[in-house]
């Protein structure tokens, strides 16, 4: 098995810069919370074009003047969500990487369908709004360097030449075949879905063997069968 170091958010310099309320207590779920709770329903169920004040505040049993007191512009609440979500990515990479089955782990995260969505959703946002696509633009570059430095340590431990499989391509590829996937998905076409995400799991297969969390396996089962 792999012997791979944390890859904690001090380790690569990851320092999230959480858009702070000017007044009152960030942290009230009926409050900034609800709205970002909000927002993110929005994204995923209708796009970000959806995303308003006035519809965020009716979702949120609130006050619309509320979505300005916490963030003061959209592109404020935007970035509040966006920062939200890295910040609950980055923990989910160090669990991921570090567990017993780290390409598995690795694989069902960014194979997961309602956190990929909300991704494509803030990318088609970033086409509009420079802020947000600044925003992704530097934490998409720390997070690859992130899975890049554990990647390669995880591959190099199962015996893989780093110049026939180099990290950098295998995230490429497992990730560019995920989002692909998705995107043909929301024209309801899935050809080759299936065979391609049986191929990608018996490769894994043959360096970690079967999924050890059931429920996890179970999850990967029903996205085999859709």
Do not use: C
């Amino acid at each position: 098995m792999a012997t791979v170091r944390s890859i904690g958010v001090n380790s690569i310099g990851w320092e999230t810069r959480v858009m702070a309320a000017r007044r009152g207590n960030v942290g009230d779920p009926t409050g900034r919370s609800a709205l970002l709770d909000a927002a993110q329903q929005l994204m995923l169920e209708e796009g970000y074009a959806a995303v308003t004040a006035r519809r965020v505040a009716t979702k949120a049993h609130v006050n619309s003047a509320l979505v300005f007191y916490y963030f003061e512009t959209m592109d404020g609440l935007f970035i509040a969500l966006f920062q939200r979500g890295a910040e609950g990515s980055f923990e989910r990479l160090q669990k991921a990487l570090t567990s017993e089955q780290p390409l598995w782990g690795f694989w069902e995260m960014i194979h997961d369908r309602s956190r990929s969505a909300l991704t494509m959703e803030f990318i088609a946002l970033a086409n509009h709004r420079k802020s947000i696509r600044k925003e992704i633009a530097e934490y998409s570059r720390k997070f690859r360097r992130a899975q890049l430095e554990t990647l390669s340590s995880v591959l190099a431990g199962y015996g893989l030449d780093p110049d026939q499989w180099p990290a950098s391509s295998v995230i490429l590829v497992l990730s560019g075949i995920s989002r692909f996937m998705l995107l043909e998905e929301a024209f309801d076409v899935d050809i080759g879905h299936v065979e391609t995400v049986n191929l990608i799991e018996a490769q894994i297969r043959l360096l970690e063997g079967n999924r050890i969390n059931d429920d996890s396996t179970k999850s990967t089962q029903k996205r085999n069968t859709k």
